[in-house]
C-alpha cells in the first residue's frame, strides 16, 4: 500500500539517535518528546483503515503498540517505550517494520 508522507514538522529521526536501527528508517519518521512520529496520508478512509489493520498486526507480532489516529485522509503513528519514558531499540523495530509494509 503506497502512502504519501504529510510534509516534516519538527526533527527528523535519522541520525538523531544512537542506536544502529535508526539507519534503515525512512526519512518520513521524526523525533518528537521522545516519540517516533509520521504522519501518512492513505487516499481515503477505507485505506486508512486498512493500513490501521496491517500496522495493528505488525504491533502484535511486535509486541509493541503505536498510538495510531485515523481521519479521513490522515493516518497519524506515534511509536515510544512508555516503560522506558524514551526511544528504545523496540520503536525503530517498529517504525522499520510499518517501512516495509509502506513500501509493498
Known amino acids: ?9 519538527p526533527t ?8 544502529d536501527v535508526q539507519n534503515n528508517l525512512h526519512t ?4 518528537e518528546n521522545a516519540h517516533l512520529i509520521t504522519s501518512l496520508t492513505p ?3 477505507k485505506s486508512g483503515v486498512i493500513l490501521v489493520n496491517a500496522i495493528a498486526y ?3 507480532k511486535h509486541q509493541h503498540h ?10 497519524d503513528i506515534r ?3 512508555h516503560d522506558a519514558g524514551r526511544l528504545t531499540n523496540k520503536d525503530y523495530r517498529l517504525a522499520t517494520a510499518i517501512d516495509k ?3 509493498d
Do not use: V
Open 28 to 31: 518520513r519518521w521524526l523525533i
Open 58 to 60: 505488525l504491533a502484535e
Open 79 to 81: 511509536i515510544t517505550t
Open 1 to 9: 500500500m503506497k502512502c504519501t508522507p504529510i510534509e516534516p514538522k
Open 12 to 19: 527528523n529521526a535519522r541520525g538523531k539517535h544512537p542506536m
Open 101 to 103: 509494509l509502506l513500501e
Open 66 to 75: 503505536p498510538t495510531l489516529t485515523l481521519g479521513y485522509n490522515q493516518l
Open 43 to 45: 487516499g481515503d478512509f
